[in-house]
């Protein structure tokens, strides 16, 4: 009997698909365990050796649960709209549908050669029209909702509706827009639809509102914060500009206190909670109101909110900054500052908003003309511009308070604005930025004296009392912009009437799917992708409707007809991952959502998987999401993972050629260090376990076209050596390991095994392929003691004391690792225990067997080849977790070091339970004590029970 890893592998493969070994099932009498992977999405380029990482984790605590007797929902599918699918269909003109399904092809095809236990019959793809009809169904929920700040959570707009029509909106305690007008039941009942669908708008947790985005002019769309790196897209590295759109929002600042409070209920990573935290950026202190003084006689009255967190400052407040975006730049901006402000602002455009949170060096800004007034002393501040001041956070202008804030210290040193110092005793220093506790003001009789907490409360009383300011809570979180200007993602389940006002279609009519277009590219006038759709129209009568074009909807009868335009844009890549890990709960229904019976059997999230660069993207919007889902009764719980755990990353050892600036010479890395030479990457295949670089291999690469063909390679003792560097995978670095390969010359489990024995889970860690050939020695071992040339050898012979020790400390040591999730400290286990039971010539099938179960989550290939070789007909998947005997482990025998004037010269076995006295008895009379002693007599024999014998003499 051989280890034929390749056989083996194909046949549980097989076996596992043909016989749906994972397949969970809802309501069963088991309790359940959730074992979720974040939402892969299928690019181009398929696996490479890091991307298994975490889902090999979960794979084996899923295994684990399992073999406890749980039912384990171990789900898998795929995020498949996003821009690069898109981006591939305009260079090619090939469909996204037709790229990402082979995509997806390639990564199934992977995701199996590596074993994993996951459930396919619950596959969803967010591209699927029977996946986006209720991610569609969920933002109609959403359109169709208000929060209400008396019951803490978002109810029907309905409601509201009412509530207007009986009593106005006076009373109301909602999250909203800042400019809603107060008006009562007799004006809301006068107002026309369209005023009050206005109105409405104002309200919604979903709204259409003109909103500062990132635009990148390159990709035609409208690009989130994580999707620009450096100041440009990080799909093709495009310039991106601020710009105002108007577009969808999400208003996820409703929810901020909550998903504050939701993180001390969740057993998530606390880097990760403080991320969350930092995103969320709650802050306590005062909203306070400047009056703009009049400039000309024409000027319109303006006022400047600012919110501070230390209005006990406010009397060191020398300027204010306006974001550059900000809707009163404009309208007070002096006609001599005009040319200034407006160059200003045209720089900033370019700059993403990331970009200036970050850059805390550059001094840039413009000074508007304008003043405002101290609304204490009176006396005129100047007004200035300044791109650190970012639009959506806060009102979009700070009270700058040099003496108290380094940036605005650092702003007025650059424009040579005058400083005030109100911190007495205290030089106007960095050392004033730290020393908050000595805020003693000593320009304002109410303040002087005070520490800045009491002073704060007083300072905000005061304003109270002026009507310029109140305590105020505030929230770095924003509304989420929902819109994109792309072809590859949800629609929206909406249409613009004759007044270009937004309506929801009928639930009954989704999905509302992608149409087709001949262009993936905006239109000649500028319009989204799906402008160049040529039925996108929705018109209905009743119970009937379709999408037709635009001719056919204005000759149709208007009586009786409902529709428009449909929208043009589409939703985000987060739309489809908000949500999924509820859908893998009942991912065939037709009718629902889920049903209720399924959400309340699986709940939520027992165990989630993910890499840390998720932290507050996609796992904001679902926290949020869920949040809503639960208030609208349709989740019984209001965060979806109970735990969630960050894989680290495995890097590539990037591979690098050194060329001289200027010429095609390249140097081997020895020879480079005193040349002008720029490093180059190339692909780490060519590259031999002695760094040496195989030329004419890469010489004839095509890929490389002509780069390489009449280079001249200087070699240092006959080869050319390459540089080294650790760095993350990527194939633009050509240091990606293809795990098909990996599985292809040492199998699936020694892959399995070999990510796991790396290092701790949660780290950074380089990956070697040479190092892979440990674990497959490892499982070769491990096939000996089962099996040899002649066949099985293990027997029906009782275990021995020491062989049931060897398995039952494994048995111990491996449940406590994987509980901690300490799965590279399993691998060694693994490895001391086959070696001690080869030496102990172990073949009993009382240790032997449930060792196999030990190994199978790490190894489920060979656990079930030896385990069917064993006589078993069913899975090893289906067996008990063997159960960790302690007594086993107790020793009832010490081997005592018997010394002779401290120094040992042998051992000796004797029972722990052995009298003081009949040790020395023993000891005394045995043969090696005897020739030691010569017939002489000892002068004293120590014995320490339990330790050592020391005979003196």
Not at 173 to 189: G, I, K, L, P, R
Not at 705 to 729: C, H, P, Q, S
Request: charged share 25%; with cysteine; aromatic share 12%.
């Amino acid at each position: 009997m051989t280890y034929n890893f390749n056989e083996i592998d194909a046949k549980w493969q097989k076996y596992w698909a043909e016989n749906q070994t994972f397949k969970a099932e809802n309501n069963c009498d088991k309790p359940k365990y959730y074992v979720l992977d974040m939402f892969p999405y299928p690019s181009g380029a398929g696996l490479h050796v890091g991307h298994p990482l975490g889902y090999i984790a979960s794979d084996i605590y899923a295994r684990y649960k399992r073999h406890q007797g749980f039912n384990v929902l171990h789900p898998q599918g795929y995020d498949s709209f996003g821009l690069p699918a898109e981006q591939y269909a305009i260079q090619t003109g090939q469909h996204p549908a037709i790229t990402t399904a082979e995509n997806i092809k390639t990564y199934r095809r992977q995701l199996d050669q590596i074993g994993f236990s996951f459930d396919w019959s619950r596959e969803v793809r967010t591209s699927d029209p029977s996946y986006y009809k209720w991610t569609q169904w969920i933002f109609i929920q959403l359109f169709n909702s208000w929060y209400n700040n008396d019951s803490n959570k978002a109810e029907d707009i309905s409601e509201l509706v009412k509530v207007f029509a009986s009593e106005g909106n006076a009373n109301v305690n909602a999250v909203c827009d800042a400019d809603v007008e107060v008006f009562s039941a007799e004006a809301w009942q006068n107002f026309s639809s369209e005023e009050q669908q206005k109105i409405l708008l104002q309200y919604r947790l979903t709204y259409l509102a003109e909103t500062e985005v990132n635009w990148c002019p390159a990709l035609g769309t409208v690009l989130a914060n994580d999707e620009i790196v450096n100041g440009v897209s990080e799909r093709g590295g495009h310039t991106v500009i601020r710009k105002k759109m108007t577009q969808w929002s999400m208003r996820i600042s409703a929810y901020a206190e909550r998903l504050l409070q939701g993180l001390e209920t969740i057993d998530w990573t606390d880097s990760l909670k403080e991320s969350q935290r930092n995103w969320i950026g709650k802050s306590v202190g005062a909203s306070v109101t400047f009056n703009v003084l009049p400039t000309t006689n024409n000027q319109k009255p303006a006022t400047i909110s600012v919110f501070t967190t230390r209005p006990d400052t406010i009397f060191g407040v020398s300027f204010m900054t306006l974001a550059p975006e900000h809707e009163l730049v404009s309208q007070i901006t002096t006609p001599e500052q005009k040319e200034e402000v407006e160059a200003y602002i045209l720089a900033t455009a370019k700059r993403s908003e990331r970009d200036r949170m970050a850059d805390v060096k550059t001094i840039s800004g413009a000074f508007t003309g304008a003043y405002a007034e101290h609304p204490f002393t009176k006396e005129p501040i100047p007004v200035w511009i300044g791109d650190y001041v970012l639009a959506g956070y806060g009102t979009g202008a700070v009270m700058s308070v040099p003496c108290g804030d380094q940036r605005d210290y650092d702003f007025a040193k650059h424009f040579n604005i005058p400083i005030l110092n109100i911190f007495e005793g205290v030089d106007i220093s960095e050392e004033a930025f730290s020393d908050k506790d000595k805020t003693v003001i000593a320009n304002s009789d109410f303040l002087n004296g005070m520490n800045y907490k009491k002073a704060t409360k007083r300072a905000i009383y005061e304003l109270e009392q002026l009507g310029v300011g109140e305590g105020k809570t505030n929230y770095r979180l924003r509304d989420a912009v929902f819109s994109r200007q792309r072809y590859w993602g949800e629609p929206f389940p909406v249409y613009y009437d004759e007044h270009g006002m937004p309506k929801m279609i009928d639930t009954k009519f989704l999905p509302i799917e992608l149409p087709e277009v001949e262009k993936y590219l905006p239109t000649e006038t500028g319009e989204p992708p799906l402008g160049n759709a040529l039925k996108w129209h929705w018109l209905q009568y009743g119970d009937e409707a379709k999408i037709v074009s635009k001719e056919e909807f204005e000759n149709s009868s208007p009586s009786g007809r409902l529709g428009g335009a449909l929208e043009l844009n589409t939703m985000p890549g987060w739309a489809g991952s908000s949500w999924y890990f509820n859908r893998y709960m009942d991912p065939t229904n037709i009718d629902e959502f889920a049903s209720q019976e399924a959400l309340n059997y699986w709940k939520d999230v027992d165990l989630y998987i993910g890499g840390s660069e998720h932290a507050t993207g996609h796992l904001l919007y679902s926290r949020f999401w869920q949040k809503f889902l639960f208030d609208k009764g349709v989740v019984p719980v209001d965060e979806f993972a109970k735990k969630l755990i960050n894989q680290g990353m495995i890097l590539g050892t990037s591979a690098f050629v050194y060329r001289e600036e200027g010429t095609n010479t390249y140097y081997s890395a020895g020879l480079a260090k005193d040349k002008n030479v720029q490093p180059i990457h190339v692909k780490v295949k060519y590259i031999n376990a002695s760094d040496e670089l195989d030329i004419e291999g890469l010489k004839n690469d095509s890929e490389f076209g002509e780069d390489y063909k009449d280079a001249e390679f200087i070699l240092e003792n006959g080869v050319y050596k390459v540089g080294r560097d650790v760095e993350k995978m990527s194939k633009s670095k050509y240091n990606v390991v293809n795990p098909d390969d990996i599985v292809a010359e040492y199998g699936a489990d020694s892959l399995r095994l070999y990510e796991m024995f790396l290092g701790p889970l949660e780290q950074y860690k380089p990956w070697n392929t040479a190092g892979i050939t440990g674990v497959h020695n490892f499982l070769k071992k491990l096939w000996k003691l089962y099996a040899d040339d002649n066949g099985l050898k293990v027997n029906d012979a009782p275990a021995t004391k020491d062989a049931l020790k060897t398995l039952h400390k494994t048995i111990k040591k491996v449940q406590e690792d994987i509980e901690n999730f300490s799965f590279n400290t399993s691998v060694s286990t693994f490895m001391i225990a086959v070696n001690e039971l080869s030496t102990q010539k172990c073949t009993s099938k009382a240790v032997l067997e449930p060792l196999l179960v030990l190994i199978s989550p790490y190894a489920p290939h060979i656990a079930e080849e030896l385990w069917s070789q064993l006589g078993h007909e069913t899975s090893i998947s289906t067996a008990a977790f063997p159960e960790f005997d302690a007594s086993h482990l107790v020793e009832s025998a010490k081997n005592y070091p018997i010394s002779f004037n401290g120094k040992m010269r042998f051992t000796l076995e004797l029972p722990l339970d052995m009298s003081k006295e009949d040790i020395e008895k023993t000891v005394m009379a045995h043969e090696k004590t005897q020739e030691q002693l010569q017939g002489r007599t000892p002068k004293k024999v120590i014995v320490v029970p339990g330790k050592i014998v020391n005979i003196v003499g």
